[in-house]
Nanobody, 115 residues
Framework: QVQLVESGGGLVTPGGSLRLSCAAS????????LNWYRQTPGRQLELVASISEDGERINYSPPVMGRFTISRDDSKNTLYLQMNRLKPEDTANYFC????????WGQGTQVIVSS
């Protein structure tokens, strides 16, 4: 019953912005710490951002610190990732999940940053 649907990715030039969304269902969204992850071919899954149940505790990985903003809207069961000043090294497939991640993963949304 758990469903995670990521959207909002696309092709952008360096310095551009995207806002990713994660629509969740099948669990108590408001009671869970939520994460954004990203993965490129041949590389480990990377945790990029985390937000606590009440939205007060937020953490970012060093490569995205100061450029990305994670947020949540519990009324819509939706997690967001605002990505600004994108760099080519941000190119990846982006996924959302709980912390720790459960077994059900969505399809992800692809972000390509290229000139």
């Amino acid at each position: 019953q758990v469903q995670l649907v990521e959207s909002g990715g696309g092709l952008v030039t360096p310095g551009g912005s995207l806002r990713l969304s994660c629509a969740a269902s099948g669990f108590t969204f408001s009671a869970k710490t939520l994460n954004w992850y990203r993965q490129t071919p041949g590389r480990q899954l990377e945790l990029v951002a985390s937000i606590s149940e009440d939205g007060e505790r937020i953490n970012y990985s060093p490569p995205v610190m100061g450029r990305f903003t994670i947020s949540r809207d519990d009324s819509k069961n939706t997690l967001y990732l605002q990505m600004n000043r994108l760099k080519p090294e941000d190119t990846a497939n982006y996924f959302c999940n709980t912390n720790p991640p459960r077994d059900s993963w969505g399809q992800g949304t692809q972000v390509i940053v290229s000139s």
